[in-house]
């Protein structure tokens, strides 16, 4: 019996839907979600194990999930596309994600270079067809479209929402994966620390609240993380640019921080299981996007980096 296993990359344009697919597929949720462009700032890994069935072998699926390509404007930008490109290196497999509603202009151009240039076999996923309704013709010209412009090993409609073809697409991932060993336990099923989850669960709560440029100017720090038997003790600041995005943030008599935290706080317990006391604070940090030492200092591999260093010196 043979086992197949492999790293695969999801990559797309803002808002495509790649973190969606990846909850989707993993069954949990690891990436936050939102209807804002740029939500998924780092790359994310989820493991999916699919076990052996009838006509497929058994497999574990590495998701690699990756902010939105777009042209970079600022350290983060570049930080981003960073990631991008870390993930593309050494994959197995691209899945390529658009939007069956957007028309391809030439962003999806960059995209499809990127697609060209890494030699990779890649599969074309067209999400959000529930959109469509029963007019699946629709989705003609745009494979049309795709197909001239770059090599696709498959195309395959989804809804990364309503799980619309997944398991069609896991039965194709694990043929076109190579046999491999398991690279991760059986229960694992992301290599994210939970301090950063719970960071992020707070810029989700953030992002869906705030309006305009707030939720591209916001970032969450957890500065201290306590567990003891009864309760975990989480202190978080959101870093903002400005000082009226600052008032935003807090709102009327401190109720805007007091329902982004409410909704975080839940959210955490969630995922932890356990009673979650949570402090939020609030800075402004002016220009933060464009310095490269604090954006970098934002990333926890880097972070886990240094720690690392510091015990073994
Ligand atoms: P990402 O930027 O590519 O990671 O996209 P997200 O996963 O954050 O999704 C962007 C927006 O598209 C969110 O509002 C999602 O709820 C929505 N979305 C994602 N997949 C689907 C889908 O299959 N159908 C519909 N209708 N909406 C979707
Ligand atoms: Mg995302």
Redesign the pocket.
Known sequence: MSFHSGFVCILGR?NAG???L?NALVGERL???SPKPQ??RNRILGIVNVPKRKGSEAAQIVLI????VHKPDSSLGRKMMMEVREALEGCDLLLMIVDVKQRPDREDGFLLDMVRKSGTPTILLLNKVDLLGQDKQKLLPLIDEFQQRAQFREIVPISARTKDGLDHLVEILVRALPTGPRYFPDDQITDQPTRFMAAEIIREQVLLAAREEVPHATTVVVESFEESEKLIRIAATIYCERGGQKAILLGKGGQMLKKIGTAARLQIEKMLGAKVFLELFVKVKAGWRDSREFVEGLDWRRQLEDLTGKVSR
């Open positions: 803002p790649k973190s969606t990846l990436a936050i979600i939500t998924t999930d990756t902010p939105g």
